[in-house]
């Protein structure tokens, strides 16, 4: 097999169709600055770095907050795979400040391990294509993965799409480890631009759920994009200990170690697997309880058989809680990483209007 890359050109160099992005101000900062005395010196660890977008005329006054997936960075919201604009841009055009984040260790967020410990294996096509772009190509093709038709190319090696999402890969720390970085930087990021939505992705919505239990008064919505899970689960980087998070939340009774949230499996809706919840009584979360909760899933992804999961826990835990089956409103063949995928715009305009109906 040839190595040999295709090449690319992004969409939009000519996009006279595009209407022009007129902002007030877009630039950058860090959150989550921490010093740490090394045999080498004081080095800078846990930063997270922040890239804001303001729309000229703002019609909205809460901003979003957008929260990338594992192994990727806040770019997954700037451009598609085949190099159209991304969320970022569609929500700026809307009228919405944007705050994309590259979390702690990805991006341009910096990753050692002298600073961060242990980090993940580097990704390869072979497993993130059988995830993303060709599921029901690979060897661990799940029920509903011949249903995705929205990636825009063939998504297997050769893929000039696959090239462009594979190049903005990389290794992740441990998720014990993110999830408590999370909670200080988001927290920072939160007191910086004040009271703001979440929008998060596959393993940033963990990242989202510290953030809100870190500042619960300053979260106007969360939504939750395919995120990780189901509770209770163990990955490769690490396991969900604490139900939906692999770092400890504010449980009412307090909890005060993973072995105290005792749980039990609850039976499936059709086409689903049964997924972990708390045994009755149920603790509760008190900082989930303050606004409202989607959590959004696409048809074709290996998470529209266990995301019901995660809405059984938080709901059961006091959480409002909506869950939307792309399918169901009308949206069709997406696969996990929806932003990057063809009809991105569309899946945006619906979570503009759960935003418009949930966030006054």
């Known amino acids: 097999m040839s190595n040999r890359v295709k090449s690319y050109k992004p969409k939009d160099l000519h996009a006279s169709s595009q209407a022009p992005l007129s902002l007030a101000a877009q630039g950058s900062f860090w959150v989550g600055i921490d010093r740490l005395n090394t045999a080498v010196g004081t080095c800078v660890t846990g930063q997270m770095y922040v ?183 163990d990955r490769p980087t690490g396991s969900l200990h604490w139900g939906i998070t692999a770092a400890p939340l504010t449980f009412v009774p307090p909890a005060a170690s993973p072995a105290d949230l005792t749980h039990e499996e609850r039976p499936a809706p059709p086409g689903c697997i049964p997924c972990l919840v708390q045994q009755e009584p149920a603790r509760q979360l008190p900082n989930f309880q303050g606004f409202p909760i989607v959590v959004v899933t696409a048809q074709a992804s290996w998470m529209a058989m266990d995301n019901h999961g995660t809405v059984d826990f938080l709901r059961q835990a006091g959480a409002s809680v909506e869950h939307i089956r792309l399918e169901e409103a009308g949206i069709a063949g997406n696969g996990h990483a929806m932003m990057l995928e063809k009809n991105s715009d569309s899946i945006a305009a619906l979570l503009g209007s759960w935003l418009s109906e949930n966030v006054k």
């Open 51 to 233: 890239e804001y977008w303001i729309p000229s005329h703002l019609r909205y006054e809460t901003p979003l907050v957008m929260i990338h997936g594992g192994g990727g960075q806040g770019l997954d919201y700037l451009q598609t795979a085949d190099g159209r604009p991304g969320w970022a841009h569609w929500f700026v055009r809307q009228g919405y400040a944007v705050y994309v984040v590259d979390r702690p260790g990805h991006g341009r967020s910096p990753l050692h391990p002298d600073l961060l410990g242990e980090m993940s294996s580097p990704p390869t096509y072979e497993f993130l294509s059988s995830l993303f772009s060709a599921p029901a190509k690979g060897p661990m093709a799940w029920p509903g993965a011949d249903l995705q038709t929205q990636w825009p190319g063939e998504g297997t090696i050769g893929d000039p799409a696959l090239d462009q999402f594979i190049a903005s890969s990389g290794p992740s720390p441990a998720m014990a480890t993110m999830h408590a970085l999370m909670r200080k930087a988001g927290g920072e990021l939160l007191d910086l631009i004040g009271p703001a939505v979440l929008l998060t992705h596959s393993a940033g919505g963990p990242c989202g759920w510290m953030v809100a239990d870190e500042r619960p008064a300053l979260v106007k919505a969360v939504i939750a994009v395919e995120p990780l899970g189901p509770p209770f689960v």
